[in-house]
């Protein structure tokens, strides 16, 4: 009985076991763009999760980097330009419109439309050779 009641109470503490990051920033400024960088950037794990909201150790790692980038000086362009080199352009959620990501948000456009064109060359093709027909 007294271990049960000893393992209970083990296991309704292990929550206040929970990491709880804290950071240090110069001002409130500092602060406020290691958070914009940190949603701006995704976690090459979770994917579908940005840097504030993903609880994998590879997340907790780039804050890591992120907040000593910005200690150190680093400008948002040479931060996200640091973390894109490493991590590729997956890791931007809004990446540079150049290369293949263009090519990726172009690309079905461009399909698209060129669908289009051959259904609408059909139907006149087909429109045009029943009227030769009829005549």
């Not at 150790?57 to 200690?71: N, S």
């Not at 690309?107 to 030769?132: C, D, H, K």
Request: aromatic share 8%.
């Amino acid at each position: 009985m007294m271990r049960s009641l000893l393992l209970c109470l083990v296991l309704l503490a292990m929550p206040s076991w929970a990491v709880v990051e804290t950071r240090r920033f110069s001002s409130d400024l500092e602060r406020q763009r290691f958070e914009s960088l940190a949603a701006e950037l995704r976690c090459p794990k979770c994917q579908n999760q940005n840097l504030l909201d993903s609880d994998a150790p590879i997340a907790r790692d780039l804050r890591d980097v992120l907040h000593e980038q910005l200690q150190d000086g680093r400008t948002d362009g040479e931060i996200m330009q640091f973390m894109t080199d490493r991590y590729g352009e997956f890791v931007r959620y809004r990446p540079d419109w150049h290369g293949p990501a263009l090519l990726i948000w172009v690309l079905p456009a461009l399909l698209l439309l060129l669908a289009v064109w051959v259904a609408w060359r059909q139907i006149r093709r087909a429109s045009a050779s029943s009227e030769e027909d009829a005549a």
